[in-house]
């Protein structure tokens, strides 16, 4: 439990150091690196089927052992190395500020006029179009990417950090880094056009499912936060399900009930157009207040959860001591 209090507070200082190395940088290559091989060896889906599963597996699996391996080797060395290593791995499963960071990024420019430059960064942190957008538009991207990231960037890896930390000899870090992979499997081969419809089904089965509690979870704790869960969950259950995301919908569409704004719409990918259900009845429009809130939303509930965790940690060792 220390670990995960040292963690937040680096996320929260310093967060993802531009250029610096990340794991999720490791993973991505070994994922990119299996793709390439299995795309250019096995033309049919039977076969990309099966080494869909073994990269699903192998990716999430692999990630948590190394990981463990990684910090026991550390501990071995020194316990102060150890300390630092673990706190460092598991601080940067927490994407809090570096979501904070990207927003602010895109809505300075945007705040002074620049529409150009505010596009040019906001290609960077999202997939859809972004040369034609307008401003209302840019601040949807910005606010659909702060929600939708919440939680398998923010509350998805605190939930299984928290529930690495509350088994004996795992320690939170397996279970996040083990989480992010699988959020990086999803985000690189999870989609259902081809090449990747056969590759990436089984990845994005597992991440779906890995995320459904941590949303439902997030949801609820939004809800309380905002002081209308009932709204929140009514209006998530006639929007978000129509969104073919099981997840992702039900995120945005908290923020935006408590928010009182709309997101969804359509978006343009190499100039494809893709709608999205819309999510909400608004009562106002997207402002750069609207983002700041929803960064301070998510923090309020990654804090929340990681002081229940915290308090539970010390009762637990509080009674065992006793």
Same mark, same amino acid.
């Given at each position: 439990?220390v670990?995960l ?8 200082? =310093?967060?993802?150091? /531009?250029?610096? !190395?990340? !794991?999720?940088q ?8 299996? #793709?390439?091989?299995?795309?250019? /060896?096995?033309?049919? +889906?039977l076969p990309?089927?099966i ?5 699903? =597996?192998?990716t999430?699996?692999?990630? &948590?052992?190394?990981?463990?391996? =990684?910090?026991?080797?550390a501990? @071995?060395?020194?316990w ?20 904070k960071?990207a ?20 290609s960077?942190?999202?997939g ?12 949807r991207a910005?606010?659909?990417?702060? #929600? ?8 998805? !890896? ?6 690495g ?20 499997l ?9 090449p990747y ?5 089984f ?17 609820? #704790? ?5 002081g209308?869960? +009932? @709204?929140v ?10 969104d ?23 978006n ?6 893709? +709608? ?7 009562d106002? !429009?997207?402002? +750069?207040?609207?983002i ?20 539970c ?8 001591? &006793?």
């Amino acid at each position: 439990m220390v670990i995960l209090a040292i963690a937040a507070t680096i996320d929260y200082l =310093i967060g993802d150091p /531009w250029n610096w !190395p990340h !794991p999720v940088q490791w993973i991505g290559w070994a994922i990119s690196s299996y #793709t390439q091989w299995v795309l250019k /060896w096995c033309k049919t +889906p039977l076969p990309r089927r099966i080494a869909g599963i073994i990269l699903g =597996i192998g990716t999430i699996a692999g990630t &948590g052992l190394v990981s463990s391996l =990684i910090i026991a080797g550390a501990y @071995q060395f020194h316990w102060g190395i150890g300390i630092v290593v673990e706190s460092v791995l598991l601080a940067s499963c927490f994407a809090g500020r570096s979501l904070k960071t990207a927003a602010s990024e895109v809505l300075a420019p945007l705040n002074e006029g620049d529409l150009k430059t505010a596009r040019e960064k906001l290609s960077l942190y999202v997939g859809r179009d972004t040369e034609n957008l307008s401003k209302a538009e840019i601040l949807r991207a910005v606010l659909e990417t702060v #929600t939708e990231n919440a939680v398998d960037g923010v509350t998805g !890896p605190l939930f299984y950090a928290i529930a690495g930390a509350a088994l004996p000899h795992v320690g939170p870090v397996p279970f996040a880094l083990a989480y992010k992979a699988a959020s990086t499997l999803d985000s690189m081969v999870g989609y259902r056009e081809e090449p990747y419809a056969d590759l990436g089904w089984f990845s994005a089965k597992v991440e779906d499912r890995l995320t459904w509690f941590p949303c439902r979870l997030t949801v609820i #704790t939004l809800g309380l936060i905002g002081g209308c869960l +009932p @709204q929140v969950w009514t209006i998530c259950q006639r929007d978000a399900t129509r969104d073919p995301s099981p997840n992702a919908g039900w995120s945005e569409c908290a923020y935006a009930v408590i928010l009182g704004v709309q997101l969804g719409g359509t978006n343009y990918y190499r100039g494809v157009p893709k +709608p999205k259900p819309l999510l909400n009845t608004p009562d106002n !429009p997207i402002a +750069p207040e609207s983002i700041h809130r929803a960064t301070q939303l998510t923090r309020t509930c990654f804090l929340i959860w990681l002081g229940i965790a915290l308090t539970c940690g010390l009762i637990g060792d509080l009674l065992i001591g &006793g």
